[in-house]
């Protein structure tokens, strides 16, 4: 065989080599939206921490100056870790006073081939003016310390946010920590972060989001909630399943996720969400006795709790 005809026979096969492996790269490249190490590092003391932490402030009730204080300080926890840390600000006229809200958004690139799918994780940072739940009709005026109704979805959230950091994955991830989600006392004064936040969404909206409330019962208890089943099921599905490969599913001795749905649906803030467009499912323990009491305290939570519910929730979003 001649030289030139060698030189053509082996410049072919290096040819079909390189495009298939071009072909495998742009397969890849779609995948690579998506497709990220699991992570399932989480810091629960921490994560405890930062709970104690925003209790320690005290009432996060808008309007006050430890509204402000509690701001600040959660924007310079997200800042070390996120791309961008925005505060959103808005108010509502209530009871003869404008009340001055902020929520907290930070964004957080992943590292797929672009266009990325975007994951809207969310909880909400203020805390019930008022203990309207309370056994004591003395207390019912008095606000909640809200260490679970509150601080524990924000807990969970800062640290996924320095996981992310430390263990970046496909996806951007969007965390918003919403205000006025409890001010009430009835719902035309709740959710308010929430319908503030649909109602002004980015150009590039979240495709898809989690909600955590009250996720730091030590008896943590958490079944899927019916709205969300109905609206975001697979998003649903998506957490589930973490619970079930991580076992973090309930049993008589360990806290975690329960394999039933709730037979009454939740409005939370997921609500506006869901009717904006976005699948959001609400991760939530509505089996908590202190809700909306005075004896809503950090030592009815627990570490462990806070990181059952982080684990999962950072396996559903980097697992494809
Ligand atoms: C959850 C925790 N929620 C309030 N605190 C949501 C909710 C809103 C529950 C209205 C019942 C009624
Ligand atoms: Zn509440």
Redesign the pocket.
Known sequence: MSKWRWFWIITTIFGVIAFGLGAGCSNSSVASTTQSTPVTTFDRDRAFSDLKQQVDFGYRIPGTATQVKTRDWLVAQLKPNADTVDLQPFSKQINDKNVPMWNIIATLRGTGVAPRERVLLCAHWDS?PIADHDPDPANRTKPIPGAN?GASGVAVLLEIARQLKAHPIARDVTIVLFDG??YGPN?DN??LGSKYYAAHLPADKPNWGILL??VGDKDLDIPRELYSQNHAQAVNDRIWSAAYKLALMKTDTLSGFVDSTNDYE???DHTPLNEAGIPVADV?DFTYTP??TISDTVDKCSPESLRIVGVAVEYAISTP
Do not use: K, P, V, Y
């Open positions: 019930r109704d989600e409890d719902i709740m959710l409330d009250m939740i409005t939370d939530i809700w909306h």
